[in-house]
């Protein structure tokens, strides 16, 4: 039997409806919760992704800014320009839209964000705060991966996670936030020496390695719920994930696709971490 469909672009409708309320009650309070997103040269997909980024700001009610700079901007220009928006009250999240142009160190400009204010997570003043366990921002990807199990009613408690991908703004803190939620978690990469034995354990089974249709049917249980973080460009320009979605869906009992899965709800989580931060600056 085919497996269901997780859509994620209806559960981030829903959770976007719900941040619109909750935006609408701390505008009724005085409080506008604002976003500033930085993006430094002209790579045409991160300009996608900050244009995106801006307009789902706007749709919830929420205040948002786009500073553009230009590839020749220096390492130094672009931390005065973080260190202005760090002291802005008007401004409770910043962005600093990846990859940078190669002068610029992503290290420093990621250590150079207030931590009250990184909406993505990535300081390890906040990395370090998810590790034990007292988060103030979820890192955006697998905290939409997290919303979308609640969501499609996977309980996580005592199964088998299997993350396939150990990047720091994805599998790692995937790995972490199902072991907060009492999954038993095993992590794979690309030194595991039989990928397949692993993965045919999973009860819920999250790929992040970006590679087009990596997964097939043959590596996962019957019944897993398969949740695929890949986005890559087929040589025709088509959005597939890293699982072969025909393959994997005779087997699993829920899937996300590609495109309509996990990419909607990104946005959705740092539109979440805005708010929040919001709250941690209106206490
Ligand atoms: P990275 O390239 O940073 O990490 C990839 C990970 O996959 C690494 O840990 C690597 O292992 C592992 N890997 C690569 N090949 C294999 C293999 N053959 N077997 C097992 N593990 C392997 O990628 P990201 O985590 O940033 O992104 C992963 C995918 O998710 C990409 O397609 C990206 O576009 C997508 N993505 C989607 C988002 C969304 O909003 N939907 C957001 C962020 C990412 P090792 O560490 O050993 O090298």
Known sequence: MAAERIDGKRIAAETRAEIAEKVAAMKAGGVTP???????????ASQVYVRNKHKACGEVGMYSEVIELPEATTEDELLSVLAKLNERAD????????????????????????????VDAFHPFNTGKLMI??????????????????????NVTGKNCVVVGRSNIVGKP???????????????????PDLAAVTREADILVVAIGRADFITGDMIKPGAVV?????????????TGDVDFASASEVASMITPVPGGVGPMTITML??????????HHK
């Open 34 to 44: 604002g976003l500033a997103v930085v993006i430094v040269g002209e790579n045409p």
């Open 227 to 239: 949740i695929d973080v890949g986005m890559n460009r087929r040589a025709d320009g088509k959005l």
């Open 271 to 280: 539109l979440e971490n805005t708010l929040r931060a919001a709250a941690l």
């Open 174 to 192: 995937m790995a972490l936030l199902l072991l907060a939620a009492n999954g038993t978690v095993t992590v794979c990469h690309s030194k595991t």
């Open 133 to 154: 366990g007292n988060p103030d921002f979820l890192p955006c990807t697998p905290a939409g991966v997290m919303v979308m199990l609640e969501k499609s009613g996977v």
């Open 91 to 118: 401004i409770d999240g910043i962005l600093v839209q990846l990859p940078l142009p190669k002068h610029i160190s992503e290290e420093k400009v990621i250590h150079a964000i207030r931590p009250d204010k990184d």
